[in-house]
């Protein structure tokens, strides 16, 4: 993990850790907040993306990249393009926040809208591969951005080694998987514990059955956790990470007014998922050392749960 950190250093943000006396009481244990929605484009994603990038060759790079996404991997991977010169074709659904569809469009990237749904979204993108010629990079289902991701773990615990338990919001599971390769790596005793939307619970009843659940609802604020798990971080999840946690809507409202309060900083309602997790199964972690990581922070401010 540390050579793929290094890799994708230039990229990207080390982001900072915060920590407070408030929340250490009310959770009952010492909370160390990673911060990725400080990072570049607001949410750890770019992180897979550089990544992703870097592992291709000259020749696919010279043909650009595609992916679909509802905002945060969109933002990424036109960014991530940007600055290693390339070209991106980002396939985004009607229903993505407008605040992530203009900074997607600000990095230069080339925008196709489509219907929010999934079959859509990679009808659209296969579409573009076919006629740009173009690398297709997912968001969450993909080696090279599942590692990215890890390390944003990887930082945390290099800085904190004395960390024991990590939450981590899941959607497509490209955090949760990166989350708990860099765990494992760094000390095997390490736990890692999911946070989902009750509305989008896939992953959470994927456990249960030890096979790929598709999402029965996607009727959750967590724009960002609206996707579910793919075949490569899948099996990751199963095998290594202890438990998925469902929080409600209210409990993510609560949970994300509660860090913009005590933190008094911005995360979005996916972020807010690992948190409520925390908050809601507190009593099993008292007086442990527990990081979350805070995902990302691109909030539509026209659009407050609060």
């Given at each position: 993990?540390?050579?793929?950190?290094?890799?994708?250093?230039?990229?990207?943000?080390?982001?900072?850790?915060?920590?407070?006396?408030?929340?250490?009481?009310?959770?009952?244990?010492?909370?160390?907040?990673?911060?990725?929605?400080?990072?570049?484009?607001?949410?750890?994603?770019?992180?897979?993306?550089?990544?992703?990038?870097?592992?291709?060759?000259?020749?696919?790079?010279?043909?650009?990249?595609?992916?679909?996404?509802?905002?945060?991997?969109?933002?990424?991977?036109?960014?991530?393009?940007?600055?290693?010169?390339?070209?991106?074709?980002?396939?985004?659904?009607?229903?993505?926040?407008?605040?992530?569809?203009?900074?997607?469009?600000?990095?230069?990237?080339?925008?196709?809208?489509?219907?929010?749904?999934?079959?859509?979204?990679?009808?659209?993108?296969?579409?573009?591969?076919?006629?740009?010629?173009?690398?297709?990079?997912?968001?969450?289902?993909?080696?090279?951005?599942?590692?990215?991701?890890?390390?944003?773990?990887?930082?945390?615990?290099?800085e904190y080694p004395e960390i024991k338990v990590i939450f981590v919001p899941v959607g497509g599971g490209g955090l949760i998987g990166?989350?708990?390769?860099?765990?494992?790596?760094?000390?095997?005793?390490?736990?890692?514990?999911?946070?989902?939307?009750?509305?989008?619970?896939?992953?959470?009843?994927?456990?249960?059955?030890?096979?790929?659940?598709?999402?029965?609802?996607?009727?959750?604020?967590?724009?960002?956790?609206?996707?579910?798990?793919?075949?490569?971080?899948?099996?990751?999840?199963?095998?290594?990470?202890?438990?998925?946690?469902?929080?409600?809507?209210?409990?993510?409202?609560?949970?994300?007014?509660?860090?913009?309060?005590?933190?008094?900083?911005?995360?979005?309602?996916?972020?807010?998922?690992?948190?409520?997790?925390?908050?809601?199964?507190?009593?099993?972690?008292?007086?442990?050392?527990?990081?979350?990581?805070?995902?990302?922070?691109?909030?539509?401010?026209?659009?407050?749960?609060?």
């Open positions: 993990m540390k050579e793929i950190a290094d890799k994708i250093a230039p990229y990207i943000h080390q982001t900072p850790v915060l920590t407070s006396d408030s929340l250490n009481g009310l959770f009952g244990c010492h909370v160390f907040f990673k911060c990725e929605n400080f990072q570049k484009t607001g949410s750890f994603k770019i992180r897979g993306a550089s990544h992703a990038i870097l592992s291709l060759s000259p020749e696919q790079r010279s043909k650009g990249v595609v992916t679909h996404s509802s905002g945060n991997f969109a933002q990424a991977l036109a960014k991530a393009a940007s600055l290693l010169g390339i070209e991106a074709y980002i396939v985004m659904p009607d229903n993505a926040p407008m605040v992530k569809v203009d900074a997607v469009h600000d990095f230069g990237a080339t925008i196709i809208r489509c219907k929010p749904t999934i079959k859509a979204r990679e009808e659209a993108a296969k579409k573009l591969e076919a006629e740009t010629g173009a690398t297709f990079v997912h968001p969450s289902n993909q080696l090279t951005v599942i590692q990215g991701q890890g390390t944003s773990a990887y930082e945390l615990l290099e990166g989350t708990v390769l860099a765990a494992k790596r760094k000390n095997e005793q390490i736990l890692v514990f999911g946070g989902e939307p009750k509305a989008a619970d896939d992953a959470y009843r994927s456990l249960q059955s030890g096979k790929i659940e598709s999402n029965i609802t996607t009727d959750t604020i967590a724009d960002g956790l609206r996707t579910q798990l793919g075949e490569y971080n899948f099996p990751i999840i199963l095998n290594h990470v202890e438990e998925i946690y469902t929080v409600s809507e209210v409990e993510i409202v609560a949970a994300m007014k509660l860090i913009w309060e005590r933190l008094k900083i911005v995360i979005e309602p996916s972020s807010a998922a690992a948190v409520a997790a925390l908050w809601q199964q507190k009593s099993n972690f008292n007086g442990q050392n527990v990081g979350i990581i805070l995902s990302g922070g691109n909030v539509d401010l026209e659009k407050l749960p609060f």
